[in-house]
């Protein structure tokens, strides 16, 4: 042809390959990610076969990225981070540094030097966002406590990183500007992070859900969509290029601004497409940069860094969310969410190398140690239900560290029975649940909240709320919210995953109570349905005013019925 077609050359074969090695990896019983790593493997500059542009798979994976991180800002809060920051920032911090011992103990081990071990350590210390974003979507726990946590510690990772990256040229002797100091590249760092955060905070957050509103009022859902994907893209970009931020964590805040306009839900299910076109080229990406032959060459050093990876940090993780005082469940979670390596290990590895921090081998490691920790993890997360059973059922110490004594795990004995008679116990209070009980406290209707935000339960209490901290698909949890004596029992957090458990425990424990649920889809409302799962309800904003209408009506047709007899 009279021109270059490499940009289509390279998308074509890469979502071509994907579609058919996800569809025989889905056919297999494999994640479908399973399927576009391969197709990587396949089109990548290390296969006989047909060879893509790896520079440009790599741009397309930065805009898959980029896209993502900006759909979870749209379901996060700047007070949804703060408010899981005593866990995230502490835990963050520590976990890399075990990870980053692990990492210098091996590589010394090896023969490499100390520098060469840590550098290695935080290569293998810091989650993908990406791989993290696809796993809890199928876990249905996104906007959970859990999801949130997670989120929150993998974004304090990546500013970890962000430092991390502009300190290593200083450091290993080749200052970025002539004569600059180590600390005044510090806090030039910090100082940039800090004003475009402030700047996001300030500006963003009314100018961009302003121009939204704007662009929806022309009628136009090609414009509509055009907006956010140019907000997405376009902040990301000036973040990276003004400030110094890279372009996830620059989208991230894109979304968390863009998350004030009441069409936060309509731009994400707009920009969905899209997400998850980019989030294949990102997996088949990862695919193109591995070399299959250090798998025979090196397999005991794979094998240790892949250990690392899936073993010595998630445990450090677990130890440190279950020191915090969170259940077992949130444990297990942030484990498997950090069971995994991605793009900011590609980066530092790559810069390292050039520094002459790592041998020319580690790059290879590093990338042997992602793909297999990649394409394992959606298994990792399977596990969390089997392995929570195995740990309780084995283990006292497990069973008497979930009974330890917290004020929050039950209501306070100053509660009186009639007020937990005939109540609502309202599992959730993000969004949805706040609308629902604000309607039922201005009508003076009883009801007992029961949340895994450990910090947003004691603020309840402080107001006066009746609530209990931990998650409601235990029977302890819905016990001591007094599920058997309760007339509804409403489901407004966004955890579907676990909500057809709660129904059980609730109907076991009373079977005349009514239900009533959210979901996110067509499907999930069907098969919710189809369980007999009570009232379900869709959406977001629609659905708080729904639910809150239906539990108010359905409270009053039984208080009527009470008194008619």
Partial sequence: MPHSVTLITTIAAALGMALVFGFIAVRLKLPALVGYLVAGVLIGPHSPWFVADLAIASQLAEIGVMLLMFGVGLHFSMKELLSVGRIAVPGAIVQMLAASALGAGVAMLWGWSLSAGLVLGLALSVASTVVFLKAIERHGSMDSVNGRIAIGWLVVQDLIMILVLVLLPPLAGQSLHAGEDIWLALAKTLGLVAVFVGLMLVVGKRVFPWILWQVAHSGSRELFTLCVIAAAVGIAYVSSAVFGVSFALGAFFAGTVLRESALSYRAAQESLPLRDAFAVLFFVSVGMLFDPHVLITMPLQVLAVVGIIVVGKSLAAFALVLAFR????????????????????????????????????????????????????????????????????????????????????????????????????????????????????????????????????????????????????????????????????????????????????????????????????????????????????????????????????????????????
């Fill in 326 to 565: 969170y259940p077992l469940n949130t444990a297990l979670t942030v484990a498997a969410s950090l069971a995994q390596i991605g793009e900011f290990s590609f980066i530092l590895a790559g810069l390292a190398t050039t520094l002459g921090l790592l041998p020319a081998v580690a790059l290879n490691l590093i990338l042997a140690g992602a793909l297999i920790s990649i394409a394992i993890n959606p298994l990792v997360f399977g596990m969390i239900e089997p392995a929570q059973r195995w740990i309780r059922e084995r283990s006292q110490f497990a069973r008497d560290l979930e009974r330890r004594t917290d004020p929050l795990a039950e209501l306070p004995m100053t509660v009186k029975s009639e007020y937990v008679t005939g109540h609502v116990v309202l599992v959730g209070y993000g969004r949805v649940g706040r609308r629902i009980a604000a309607a039922l406290s201005e009508r003076g209707f009883r009801f007992v909240i029961a949340d895994e935000n450990r910090e947003l339960i004691e603020k309840l209490r402080e107001q006066g709320v009746h609530a209990v901290a931990g998650n409601a698909a235990e029977p302890a949890v819905l016990i001591q919210a007094h599920i058997a004596r309760a007339s509804i029992l409403v489901i407004a957090t966004p955890d579907t995953f676990h909500v057809r458990q709660m129904i059980e425990i609730a109907r076991a424990l009373n079977p005349a109570i009514q239900t009533v649920v959210r979901t996110h889809s067509d499907e999930e409302a069907e098969l919710l349905r189809r369980d007999s799962a009570g009232k379900v309800f869709m959406g977001e904003h629609e659905l708080a005013l729904g639910m809150t209408s239906y539990v108010l009506d359905a409270i009053e047709h039984k208080a009527n019925a009470e008194h008619m007899q």
